[in-house]
């Protein structure tokens, strides 16, 4: 059975850190890219950051460069989001995506909210 299950998510000052996992089962996760996605209340949703299966490459949205890492344990089947730095337009539902070919499989997202 597979499963993308995000968590890490919560309330955060202007400011702050978090760190979001992602965490998948039921496929082989190292052939899998992952991206995170978010999607802020009224707005499409958009992608924060992507690392490839093989080499582990990343890519950033211009909005988040220099503040979040992308990171990958296909030991522990998981990937993880460090946010920094997090601003109040980082409030969002994160997801996480894995892609190999045709298959993609979503999580169930997380909510992120930086407020004061």
């Known amino acids: 059975q597979v499963q993308v299950v995000e968590s890490g998510g919560g309330l955060v000052q202007p400011g702050g850190s978090l760190r979001l996992a992602c965490a998948a089962s039921g496929f082989t996760f190292s052939r899998y890219a992952i991206t995170w996605y978010r999607q802020a209340p009224g707005k499409e949703r958009e992608l924060v950051a992507t690392?490839?299966?093989?080499?582990?490459?990343?890519n950033y949205a211009d909005s988040v460069k220099g503040r979040f890492t992308i990171s990958r344990d296909n030991a522990k089947n998981t990937v993880y989001l460090q946010m920094n730095s997090l601003k109040p337009e980082d409030t969002a539902v994160y997801y996480c995506?894995?892609?190999?070919?045709?298959?993609?499989?979503w999580g169930q997202g997380t909510q992120v909210t930086v407020s004061s």
């Open positions: 995506n894995a892609k190999y070919l045709s298959r993609s499989f």
């Open positions: 690392i490839t299966s093989t080499s582990g490459s990343t």
